[in-house]
Each structure stands twice: as C-alpha cells, then as structure tokens.
C-alpha cells in the first residue's frame, strides 16, 4: 500500500533553511487524483499546514508561511520536497508529509520528523 | 489562535457518546466540507471523517460527523479505551487565496 517517509536534517541553525524531502512509495506521485502536502505539529501544540504541490508543479502555501516556504516534486524519483528559509526557534517542530485529495482531506500521512531549530 | 475554535478538553466514562464540536466561518465551515483527524499520543494523525460525515475504510462506525452552519461536530459512541486521542477539525478556508485550517485541537480523556 502506500507509504510516505520523511527524511532530512534533524537540526537546523537559526537563520538558516530547513529542507525535507518525501518519498512516496507503493504508488505514483503522478496520480490525478491526489495533491501532495506538508503539516507541521510543534512539541505540545496543534497541526499547521504549510503547503501542497500537484504533480504539475503547481502549488499553493499557507499565507503566514508562503514568504518563506517553497515545495517541489520530482516525479521521476516519486519525491516532493520542502524548503522553509529564514528559520526561528518558532519552526522547531514534527513535520509530516501527507498525501490529499481535491477535498483537501489528508488520508495518508508520513510518520513525521522533528526538526529542531538551534545553534 | 485557531481559525477553527474546538474545546481544548473532553471526557468521558466507557460506553458514553461523546462529542466534539468545530467552530468556524462563512469562509472556511460555512462554505467547505469539514474533514476530522485522530492523533494517538506519539503517532502521526489518522484520517477519521471526511467530507462531514464520511467514514474512510476500516473506521469504525461509533465515529459519526456532521455540519450546521458554520460550526461541525464528532460524535463518538460507545466510548473504548483506546479512543483517548487528540482531536482536530479541519477545513479549506476561502480567504487569502484559499488554505488549509486546523482546529486547535481537543484532548479525549477516557475516565
């Protein structure tokens, strides 16, 4: 069945660029159906999307985030990927990548990673 | 601050109905489908309702949503155990160009 899996840096410096990538597995990134996104959850609070990609390329973000966030997909790796730049403390949290419909409902989700955030 | 207001807290003794409700807006519940997620502590969220009322595969059917207005609520009946979870609501809102938003959250304590 299908899997996702996050994978990147468990820890960043202030000021710099968090980068994580999704690799979708048992199925394809390219399918019609579905977009592709990413949700973040800081330690003790609740769930923040950041942002989804289709696999055209096309994309849309979270206001409070979009000045800073930027995701991808490469569809011959069956990856998406995300970079959220000028980080803060205020970005420590589990980041997860999920896989939704045009109902934005999200049914299958990555485990998630934590990121950190310090110098 | 959640666009989404849920309460932060709920409980209940096993086999009670239990239920959460989702506040929201004309931009987001009021005009949207609601979806609804259960976190169990440490693991990633599950889908648990989509489109207001709708079971995904393999949830059991103790798990009921529905949608009034601008505000959705989660039943739960016949309380287990193993519904001790974490809560969200969550919606597409139209403002700003359109996004996702979550509800802040609500804790299941089971008593």
């Known amino acids: 069945q299908l899997q996702l899996q996050e994978s990147g840096p468990g820890l960043v410096k202030p000021s710099e660029t968090l980068s994580l990538t999704c690799t979708v597995s048992?199925?394809?990134?390219?399918?019609?159906?579905?977009?592709w996104g990413w949700i973040r959850q800081p330690p003790g609070k609740g769930l923040e999307w950041i942002g989804s990609?289709?696999?055209?390329?096309?994309?849309y973000y979270n206001p409070s985030l979009k000045s800073r966030v930027t995701i991808s997909v490469d569809t011959s790796k069956n990856q998406f990927s995300l970079k959220l730049s000028s980080v803060t403390a205020a970005d420590t949290a589990v980041y997860y990548c999920?896989?939704?419909?045009?109902?934005?409902?999200?049914?299958?989700w990555g485990q998630g990673t934590m990121v950190t955030v310090s110098s | 601050q959640s666009v989404l207001t849920q309460p932060p807290s709920a409980s209940g003794t096993p086999g009670q109905r239990v239920t959460i409700s989702c506040s929201g807006s004309s931009s987001n519940i009021g005009s949207n489908t609601v979806n609804w997620y259960q976190q169990l502590p440490g693991t990633a969220p599950k889908l648990l309702i989509y489109s207001n009322n709708q079971r995904p595969s393999g949830v059991p059917d103790r798990f009921s949503g529905s949608k009034s207005g601008t505000s959705a609520s989660l039943a739960i009946s016949g309380l287990q155990s193993e519904d001790e979870a974490d809560y969200y609501c969550a919606a597409w809102d139209d403002s700003l160009n359109g996004h996702v938003v979550f509800g802040g959250g609500t804790k299941l304590t089971v008593l």
């Open positions: 990609i289709y696999y055209s390329g096309s994309t």
């Open positions: 048992g199925g394809s990134i390219s399918s019609s159906s579905y977009y």
């Open positions: 999920a896989r939704h419909d045009h109902s934005n409902a999200f049914d299958i």
